[in-house]
Structure formats: C-alpha cells, structure tokens
C-alpha cells in the first residue's frame, strides 16, 4: 500500500505466512518518509488498529471461502478463467470443502 503527500511517502507492506492447515501469520511492515517520523510515532497506534480491524473483519470470509463455478461466461472469458482457476487450486486442498 503506498500513500503519498507531497514529497512524503508511507509504503506499507502486508505478508501472510502459512503456520498450519487453516492457520496464517500476518504481519505488516510499514516504511516512511524522513519527514513522516514525527506524524507516524502518533499515527502508528492508529494506522495498526484500523489493519488488524480490516483484517479480522475478513476473516470470516477466509473462513467460508468456496471455489465457485461462474454460472455465465462469454466465449472469450472462458479460457481465461479456466487457467485463473487452474492457478487457484494450489490453494486448496481435499480438506477445504470440508471447512
């Protein structure tokens, strides 16, 4: 996520680590401007609570993801989305259809 003001500039970076089956560690790690340090020691209490917020209102999403069959494609979506979805299996596994 990159926010610029001016010259400043807030770039923040959002990794998610499988732990185990069903389980993921987020972490964000955020950069600044020189001319931001002073603004973000105040903002970052903040900046932090509005991400876990974000996150954690998803997870119930996460939680009861499916892999859907699109119902109507036009000829010309038709292949793209089979090699989307061919991409998307890596993520699933037997078990996911369980959840």
Same mark, same amino acid.
């Given at each position: 996520?990159?926010?610029? %003001?001016? =010259?400043? *500039?807030? @770039? &923040?970076?959002?990794? $998610?680590?499988?732990?185990?089956?069903?389980?993921?560690?987020? =972490?964000? @790690?955020? $950069?600044?401007?020189?001319?931001? #340090?002073? !603004?973000?020691?105040?903002?970052? #209490? !903040? *900046?932090?609570? &509005?991400?876990?917020?974000?996150?954690?209102? =998803?997870? @119930?999403?996460?939680?009861?993801?499916?892999?859907? &069959?699109?119902?109507? !494609? *036009?000829?010309?979506?038709?292949?793209?989305?089979?090699?989307?979805?061919?991409? #998307?299996?890596? $993520? %699933? @596994?037997?078990?996911?259809? =369980?959840?």
């Amino acid at each position: 996520i990159n926010s610029q %003001y001016g =010259d400043k *500039v807030n @770039t &923040t970076f959002a990794t $998610f680590t499988p732990i185990s089956p069903f389980k993921t560690k987020v =972490d964000f @790690t955020t $950069f600044t401007s020189s001319g931001w #340090l002073g !603004l973000w020691k105040y903002a970052s #209490l !903040l *900046v932090g609570y &509005t991400q876990e917020h974000t996150v954690k209102q =998803d997870i @119930t999403t996460w939680e009861h993801k499916g892999n859907p &069959t699109p119902k109507r !494609l *036009v000829p010309g979506d038709r292949a793209g989305f089979n090699q989307y979805r061919k991409w #998307l299996e890596q $993520f %699933y @596994t037997e078990s996911s259809n =369980d959840q």
